[in-house]
């Protein structure tokens, strides 16, 4: 397990990032800061869901909270360079 871990890519800025939650497949690229000509896709690292993510790697599952303070259990499914 350890090696795997290893081998797996951590999320960083600029890291394009799939994720399940509430049984829903998500994806977006991890940018420094949204801007209004931004994509829909991209998270800003500042963001609550960007500061989140940093540093997780594929296969990992924490819980998020949302803005309204409930939470959500988000899974990384992969992580990859754009």
Known sequence: MIALRLMTKEVEIGSKVYVQADNRRLGFTIVPEV??????DQIAADSLLGRSLLGHR???????TLFDGSSVMIRVLSVGKP
Request: charged content about 40%; glycine content about 8%; overall charge negative.
């Open 58 to 64: 594929e296969g990992d599952e924490f819980p998020h």
């Open 35 to 40: 801007d209004e000509y931004s994509s829909q």
